[in-house]
T-cell receptor, first 115, second 113 residues
């Protein structure tokens, strides 16, 4: 498995501001993803973070709202822009290792509250 | 698209066995995963099935029937610490191992004395 860290672990932000979440992995990984988990809900994929190119967004998510960077194979950032209370959620990054099954491992998450 | 169904909640007694079912309807399939998520924590990987049959890992086993679009997670000798949400996730077809997953809504398991 991979050791994944996220910063910040939690934050309380005001409406209209932006927050950038960092995800750092201790080894080079094939793929990195960003998920959102709203209270009491399951995980929803926001986008795939592609190394050196634009992220691939899922339906309902756009680059202007959730810009993503992945400058190398061990680091990615997700920005939540122009926040509203509806963006209050846990944001998790996950990685796929080179194990046979390609299972994903998750970071500890960033708990965001927008007031 | 993919539609994944799990029971919302289950309750079981410490020391017992519980089976959590997952059914999926997809246009193709390339692997099914089970994750455990304790409240306030990130999901942790439990098991992976890509062929039909049972995969056993200690107290946890996972079964897959591709023809029926059905999987279950079996937890034996339940412990209080097994109280958590259990998430079923499916990987879409023709995508290789490095691919995104689609998650079900999760089953919240409560283990009681």
């Amino acid at each position: 498995s991979a050791v994944i860290s996220q910063k910040p672990s939690r934050d309380i932000c005001q409406r209209g501001t932006s927050l950038t979440i960092q995800c750092q992995v201790d080894s080079q990984v094939t793929m990195m993803f960003w998920y959102r988990q709203q209270p009491g809900q399951s995980l929803t994929l926001i986008a795939t973070a592609n190394q050196g190119s634009e992220a691939t967004y899922e339906s309902g998510f756009v680059i202007d709202k959730f810009p993503i960077s992945r400058p190398n194979l061990t680091f990615s950032t997700l920005t939540v822009s122009n926040m509203s209370p509806e963006d209050s959620s846990i944001y998790l990054c996950s990685v796929v290792t080179r194990h046979l099954g390609g299972e994903q491992y998750f970071g500890p998450g960033t708990r965001l509250t927008v007031t | 698209g993919q539609n994944i169904d799990q029971p919302t909640e289950m309750t079981a007694t410490e020391g017992a066995i519980v089976q959590i079912n997952c059914t999926y309807q997809t246009s193709g399939f390339n692997g099914l995963f089970w994750y455990q998520q304790h409240a306030g924590e990130a999901p942790t990987f439990l098991s992976y099935n890509v062929l039909d049959g049972l995969e056993e890992k200690g107290r946890f086993s996972s079964f897959l029937s591709r023809s029926k679009g059905y999987s279950y997670l079996l937890l034996k000798e339940l412990q209080m610490k097994d109280s958590a949400s259990y998430l079923c996730a499916v990987r879409p077809p023709n995508t290789g191992t490095a691919s995104k997953l689609t998650f079900g809504t999760g089953t919240r398991l409560q283990v009681t004395l």
